[in-house]
């Protein structure tokens, strides 16, 4: 039974820093189109300032949206400020995240990510049901929100005066933000709800992790109530610390110090494992909350006094020149570094412990944090934008505040061509359009259009699906190459070879075959959370594609079909295809600029030839540097499906499709150049390699016939 409302606990709204300044915020917005609002972490933007103007007759002609970079962060802070309205999660307040939405026609106030809202723009490019908008946490200057702060802009410049938009953020550079809206107002809310004391470190840790770890300990067993928050950089970062922490106070003397509860959070925590965290511990218990940055903005824990923060992230960077993302370990920002503090002193006085100096806080750390949009792929955002059909957009002068760089745009505008999404004028084409309602990256999208005109929709559908989980395998003990590997070996060998994503379709359609059961996931080392996510998934998707599901139908490797799904993969990812090197294994990417790549070692095994070769051409979803570039997510192709996208690229000119001045593509000869490298005499490591992948491939292939 669903129960509504319940009991806010902690810090009563009342007594929070915002709620002071309630008359003043409702002036300022009644009086203003757009308004920036600065207060402290804790100080109750994200959950009063709604209720506040809620109060005030805001939604009596239309709803309050409040954007939010992160899915978790959403779902909580929806789920709080209905607790503390007394109303059920989806009437009044609710909140709405790709592939989710707890709203209803009752719903007043809605938190969203700013991805959906952006989406909303598509259906309603003047966002009538809003009467306000407030953009939270513009601090984080994610893709969305400075596309949104850009569209806005353009919005509030024309339209009726009845929506107001509001900007909010702890750490924001107000006059920036002001600037960019003609001067708005920028409010300031004085006032802190409990202090937060800083501690630094006096030197520089050798390794973060080890440093983070024993500060945690010395806390847990010198310090008084209250639960940890320690910040690392991802997922095997964070089970390593784990993994640390859990030895050693399993060594401390029984009854020297309080229990503890150690939790991970991430985003590829399955969801109902991610709102642990949000139950309170049991009393004399102590929990350590081990996350990464998606920690950092918005979310409250009641209980967190101690927050450890080794003041590095995990960043994506996107290199237009190279077209690849490399994923890095940075500093992060002194805007991020406030951000975490104010993680702790929400419900309770509280301390943060910087494991680096203050020196370096002062002098090393960046002040604000480097706008995604200048170190992202633009692709699908640059669809959006021409999708609006908004006549007066360029995307190549659209109003952003901190443009990104003309080499990304023109990357991302020669993307969508290949991909038919535009024309050469740069127009928009009757297929982007479809591409962008799609609420997938324009390659996925352009893999579903391709399949539904081959007749192959059904399958195309599962593997976008499947490739929306975050993460599908159970850790394995064993290396997750090979655990793949022994799962497609042991009951899926009619598509072995092709590749992740006709292995993706069959993992999807052996599951169907047996009713859906939670049982064969455990068995074959899949998690059935993201299975049933991808069900969902497939659902919505069907729904949007108007696709009447008339059941799956098992792969078969010889069935035509299949050979259409994955000319529609190739399709697709014509902007992503590789061709083998013509003596190994090594693949040479097209485009702009070419890359000598591998297959990412967690990738399926592919089939080989006799002479331990793997398939001359292949696309991938992504390009990888970690170390060395690899390509990841990868599809057995032939060449001849492949010419479309090679004419392409000889003739690609961006003049036209940006409007703007040009870099052109590599001509039809240089890439007939690519066709053809030159022969590279095998090292004996590589001739070691073809010998034991041929060998591989011979064992199954003879277990196969079997
Ligand atoms: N889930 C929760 N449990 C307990 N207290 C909460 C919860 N959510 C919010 N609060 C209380 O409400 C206060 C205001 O939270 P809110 O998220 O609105 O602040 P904010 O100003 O938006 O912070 P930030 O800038 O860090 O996002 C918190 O400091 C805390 O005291």
Redesign the pocket.
């Known amino acids: 039974m669903q129960t509504c409302g319940g009991q806010a606990?902690?810090?009563l709204a009342c007594e929070?820093p915002?709620t002071r300044y309630e008359k003043e915020i409702v002036d300022v917005v009644k009086k203003n189109d757009v308004v920036v609002i600065i207060?402290e972490?804790?100080?109750?933007?994200?959950?009063?300032i709604s209720q506040i103007l809620h109060h005030a007759g805001s939604t009596e002609f239309g709803v309050i949206a409040i954007t939010q970079p992160r899915r978790v962060a959403a779902v909580?802070?929806a789920r709080?400020v209905a607790s503390e309205m007394k109303v059920c999660l989806g009437e009044e307040v609710g909140y709405s995240i790709r592939f989710e939405d707890r709203t209803s026609e009752k719903t007043r106030i809605k938190y969203l990510t700013d991805g959906c809202l952006l989406r909303e723009f598509l259906s309603d490019a003047e966002l009538k049901q809003y009467s306000v908008i407030i953009l939270d946490?513009a601090h984080e200057r994610s893709l969305n929100t400075d596309i949104l702060l850009g569209l806005l802009k353009r919005l509030c410049g024309r339209k009726s005066p009845d929506l107001k938009i509001v900007i909010t953020?702890?750490t924001l550079e107000g006059e920036k933000f002001s600037t960019f809206f003609f001067g708005c107002p920028v409010m300031k809310i004085p006032g802190k709800?409990f202090p937060v004391e800083i501690l630094y470190s006096t030197q520089e840790p050798v390794n973060y992790i080890e440093s983070a770890v024993q500060t945690a300990l010395e806390i847990h067993t010198q310090k008084g109530p209250g639960d940890i928050l320690l910040f690392l950089t991802g997922k095997e970062e964070i089970e390593k610390a784990i993994m640390k922490l859990e030895d050693r106070i399993r060594q401390l003397e029984e009854g020297s110090c309080m229990d503890a509860i150690i939790l991970p959070l991430h985003a590829s925590l399955e969801p109902e494992l991610q709102v642990r965290v949000?139950t309170p511990s049991p009393p004399s218990c102590r929990r350590i909350i081990v996350a990464t940055n998606i920690a950092e903005?918005?979310l409250?824990v009641?209980g967190v006094v101690f927050v450890i923060d080794p003041g590095v992230v995990k960043q994506h960077q996107y290199s237009p020149m190279t077209g690849m993302y490399s994923l890095v370990v940075v500093k992060i920002s002194r805007v991020q570094a406030t951000?975490r503090a104010?993680r702790a002193g929400?419900?309770r006085p509280g301390k943060c412990y910087r494991l680096y100096t203050e020196a370096v806080f002062e002098n090393e750390l960046p002040p604000v944090t480097m706008p995604e949009i200048q170190r992202s792929s633009l692709a699908g955002a640059v669809l959006h934008l021409k999708s609006l059909d908004l006549k007066d957009i360029n995307v190549l002068e659209f109003e952003y505040l901190d443009p990104p760089s003309r080499s990304s745009l023109e990357d991302a505008l020669q993307k969508l061509f290949i991909i038919d999404a535009i024309q050469e004028d740069g127009s928009i084409t009757h297929l982007g359009r479809r591409m962008a309602v799609l609420p997938l990256e324009p390659s996925l999208s352009r893999m579903l259009l391709a399949a539904e005109e081959a007749g192959c929709l059904s399958e195309a559908l599962t593997i976008a699906a499947m490739l929306s989980c975050e993460s599908l395998f159970l850790p394995s003990p064993k290396k997750s190459a090979s655990h793949k590997r022994d799962l497609e070996f042991k009951s899926l060998p009619d598509g072995m070879g092709l590749g992740d994503h006709i292995q993706l379709l069959q993992i999807y359609e052996k599951w169907h075959e047996d009713g859906y059961n939670a049982e064969w996931c455990k068995e074959h080392g899949v998690k059935i959370r993201s299975m049933m996510f991808a069900r969902e998934v497939r659902r919505q998707l069907s729904q949007i594609m108007k696709w009447e599901d008339k059941g799956l139908s098992r792969y078969r490797r010889k069935d035509p079909k299949m050979l259409a799904l994955r000319k529609a993969i190739c399709t697709g990812f014509s902007n992503h295809l590789a061709h083998r090197m013509q003596q190994h294994n090594g693949f040479r990417t097209l485009g702009a600029k070419t890359h000598l790549v591998q297959i990412h070692p967690s990738a399926c095994s592919m089939e080989v030839d006799d002479d331990g070769l793997l398939p001359e051409w292949v696309v991938y979803n992504e390009l990888v540097n970690v170390g060395r570039p690899f390509i990841r997510n990868v599809c057995a192709v032939k060449g001849s499906w492949c010419q479309p996208a090679l004419m392409k690229l000889s003739k690609l000119s961006v003049t036209k499709l940006g409007g703007a001045q040009s870099s052109t593509l590599p001509s039809v000869e240089k890439e007939q150049k690519v066709e053809k490298p030159a022969i590279e005499p095998l090292s004996a490591t590589q001739k070691d390699l073809v010998a034991a992948a041929r060998e591989r491939f011979l064992a199954r292939k003879q277990a196969r016939t079997k």
């Open positions: 606990s902690s810090a929070l915002v207060g972490t804790g100080s109750g933007k994200t959950t009063q909580s802070v709080r946490e953020s702890a709800l949000f903005t918005s409250t009641d951000q104010g929400r419900t």
